[in-house]
C-alpha cells in the first residue's frame, strides 16, 4: 500500500522527536499501522537551523500554509503551539480534507468545539493524545478502554513544572523562586512560565480531559483555576506532618448538581500511589463505576514522550483512514449528537476538605472563636493543632483540617476568622481530597 505521507508544522522539540521515533521505529510502525507513515514535508521559522534530528529526505518550507493545501499531503501534524496561527492552520487543513494530529492543549481546550465540528462535517479525524499528559496514553484510555464505565472523577497531576516545583520545595525546603528558577533552566517549563505556576496549563488539558470523560463541549473559561504562587515551604511542611502533600492537581467530578472543574493546589494523603508521584512525572487518576479508581503514570512532557503520542496517533489515523466516517472512535468519546449539556458547577457550589492555617495571637479565647464560626457556619472540624510559638513570639500557626463543605460556609468563615482582632494574617486555606 501507498505510504501514509504527513506535513509537519514546527520542528522544535516534538516536532524533532517525532522525526526521530518515526524514523527508529519505521519497522514495527509500518507493521502496526499496515503501510509506511512518511514525513514528506516540515515547516519551520528557521529552516536554516541546525537540528537535534537529521531532515534527510524531507521538505523544509518556511510558510506552514503551504503544508495544509499541499494535494500530496494526507496527515496534518500541527506542533507549533499558540492558539492563533494553529487554529488558522488546522482549519484549513481540515477543510482541504486532511486528517489532523496535534498535541496543542491550548487549542483544543479554547476551540476544540469549532474544529471538531468542522471536521465531523469534512469527514476527516483530528487526534490529539499528546495534547494531555505527554507519552501517557490518557485518552486512548479514557475514550475507548473506559467506555464500559460512568467516569465519576478524574484527578491529575498534569503539569511537570508545578510538580517538579512542588518536589523541591519539600525535599529541600528551597523557596518557589529559586525552584521556578532551575525548572526553566532545564526546560520543563512552557514559553511563558505562567502558563505552568498559575494553572492555565493544567486548566487547557483538564478542560480535555472533562470533555471526553463527561461527554460535554470544552469549557475551558469555566475551570477554576489556581496555582502554585502562593504556597510557602511551611504549609507544605505542616502538610507532611499531618500525612499528606500537596499537590496541583486538576479535577473534574460529576457531583448532583453538575460537573466540577477545577485546578488547585491539594492536599491528598501521602500513602496514596498519586502523592508519590515527583519531579516533572504526570500521573491521572481516574475512578470509573465499574472498574473503580485506575492510575495511568509517565513523563508528561519532553521530545520522544510526546513524540509517542504523536506517532499513535499518526498510526491510528492511519489505521482508520479508509474507514467508514461513522465507524471511527468520536472526537469526544460520545456521539458529537449525543453531548450533554450538564452545567459546569461554581466554585461556590463544590464541596471538598480544606487545610487552614491562621497565624493567631497567642491568647486565652483565640481558638473557642475560631470554633465557634466553624460551628455557626456548620463546618465539621476533623482536626485542630497549634503550633509552639517561636521564642520570644506572641504569635502562633494554627492548623484546622476541615471535612467535607461546601467552598461558600468555608469562604464566609474565611472572612469572619480574618476580621477577629486576635487574627494579625490572612487565612491561608488549601483544599484537601481523600481520593476514595
Ligand atoms: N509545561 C508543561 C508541563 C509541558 O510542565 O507539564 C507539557 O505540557
Given at each position: 500500500m501507498k505510504p501514509i505521507q504527513v506535513g509537519l508544522l514546527g520542528l522544535g522539540t516534538v516536532g524533532s522527536g517525532t522525526i526521530a521515533v518515526l524514523r527508529r521505529n519505521r519497522e514495527e510502525i509500518s507493521r502496526r499501522a499496515g503501510r509506511d507513515i512518511v514525513v514528506k514535508a516540515a515547516s519551520a521559522r528557521d529552516i536554516s537551523r541546525e537540528r537535534a534530528v537529521s531532515l534527510e529526505g524531507i521538505e523544509l518550507v518556511a510558510d506552514p500554509a503551504d503544508i495544509v493545501s499541499r494535494p500530496d499531503i494526507d496527515i496534518v501534524v500541527e506542533l507549533i503551539g499558540g492558539e492563533t496561527a494553529a487554529r488558522e492552520l488546522v482549519l484549513r487543513a481540515i477543510d482541504n480534507g486532511k486528517h489532523v494530529v496535534t498535541a496543542n492543549k491550548a487549542l483544543l481546550a479554547k476551540h476544540g468545539t469549532e474544529i471538531f465540528a468542522r471536521a465531523h462535517a469534512k469527514g476527516v479525524m483530528v487526534a490529539f493524545e499528546g495534547s494531555v499528559a505527554g507519552g501517557i496514553p490518557i485518552i486512548k484510555a479514557i475514550?475507548?478502554?473506559?467506555?464500559?464505565?460512568?467516569?465519576?472523577?478524574?484527578?491529575?497531576?498534569?503539569?511537570?513544572?508545578?510538580?517538579?516545583?512542588?518536589?523541591?520545595?519539600?525535599?529541600?525546603?528551597?523557596?518557589?523562586?529559586?525552584?521556578?528558577?532551575?525548572?526553566?533552566?532545564?526546560?520543563?517549563?512552557?514559553?511563558?512560565?505562567?502558563?505552568?505556576?498559575?494553572?492555565?496549563?493544567?486548566?487547557?488539558?483538564?478542560?480535555?480531559?472533562?470533555?471526553?470523560?463527561?461527554?460535554?463541549?470544552?469549557?475551558?473559561?469555566?475551570?477554576?483555576?489556581?496555582?502554585?504562587?502562593?504556597?510557602?515551604?511551611?504549609?507544605?511542611?505542616?502538610?507532611?506532618?499531618?500525612?499528606?502533600?500537596?499537590?496541583?492537581?486538576?479535577?473534574?467530578?460529576?457531583?448532583?448538581?453538575?460537573?466540577?472543574?477545577?485546578?488547585?493546589?491539594?492536599?491528598i494523603p501521602s500513602r496514596r500511589l498519586i502523592a508519590n508521584v515527583e519531579g516533572v512525572m504526570n500521573a491521572v487518576l481516574v475512578k470509573g463505576d465499574a472498574v473503580g479508581p485506575t492510575l495511568y503514570y509517565g513523563r508528561g512532557a519532553g521530545a520522544e514522550a510526546t513524540a509517542s503520542a504523536v506517532v499513535a496517533d499518526l498510526v491510528d489515523v492511519t489505521r482508520m483512514a479508509t474507514a467508514d466516517p461513522e465507524q471511527r472512535v468520536p472526537h469526544l468519546a460520545f456521539q458529537p449528537d449525543r453531548l450533554s449539556d450538564d452545567p459546569?458547577?461554581?466554585?461556590?457550589?463544590?464541596?471538598?476538605?480544606?487545610?487552614?492555617?491562621?497565624?493567631?495571637?497567642?491568647?486565652?479565647?483565640?481558638?473557642?472563636?475560631?470554633?465557634?464560626?466553624?460551628?455557626?457556619?456548620?463546618?465539621?472540624?476533623?482536626?485542630?493543632?497549634?503550633?509552639?510559638?517561636?521564642?520570644?513570639?506572641?504569635?502562633?500557626?494554627?492548623?484546622?483540617?476541615?471535612?467535607?463543605?461546601?467552598?461558600?460556609?468555608?469562604?464566609?468563615?474565611?472572612?469572619?476568622?480574618?476580621?477577629?482582632?486576635?487574627?494579625?494574617?490572612?487565612v491561608v486555606r488549601i483544599r484537601l481530597e481523600e481520593l476514595l
Open positions: 475514550r475507548e478502554g473506559l467506555s464500559a464505565n460512568r467516569i465519576e472523577w478524574i484527578a491529575g497531576i498534569i503539569n511537570g513544572t508545578c510538580n517538579f516545583i512542588l518536589s523541591e520545595m519539600r525535599d529541600k525546603g528551597l523557596p518557589f523562586d529559586m525552584v521556578l528558577a532551575e525548572a526553566q533552566r532545564l526546560g520543563y517549563a512552557e514559553a511563558d512560565p505562567a502558563f505552568d505556576v498559575e494553572g492555565i496549563d493544567a486548566a487547557h488539558k483538564l478542560t480535555i480531559l472533562a470533555a471526553i470523560a463527561f461527554g460535554i463541549p470544552m469549557q475551558f473559561d469555566k475551570v477554576y483555576t489556581e496555582g502554585i504562587t502562593k504556597l510557602t515551604a511551611v504549609d507544605l511542611k505542616y502538610a507532611e506532618g499531618l500525612g499528606y502533600r500537596i499537590k496541583l492537581l486538576g479535577i473534574t467530578r460529576r457531583a448532583k448538581k453538575g460537573i466540577e472543574l477545577r485546578v488547585h493546589p491539594t492536599l459546569i458547577l461554581p466554585m461556590e457550589e463544590v464541596e471538598t476538605g480544606c487545610y487552614l492555617r491562621l497565624r493567631a495571637l497567642d491568647r486565652p479565647g483565640v481558638l473557642a472563636d475560631v470554633t465557634r464560626i466553624c460551628a455557626d457556619l456548620s463546618i465539621s472540624i476533623d482536626a485542630i493543632f497549634q503550633k509552639e510559638a517561636g521564642e520570644g513570639e506572641d504569635q502562633v500557626d494554627v492548623v484546622i483540617l476541615t471535612h467535607v463543605t461546601p467552598e461558600k460556609q468555608v469562604n464566609a468563615a474565611i472572612r469572619r476568622i480574618e476580621a477577629l482582632p486576635t487574627i494579625p494574617a490572612p
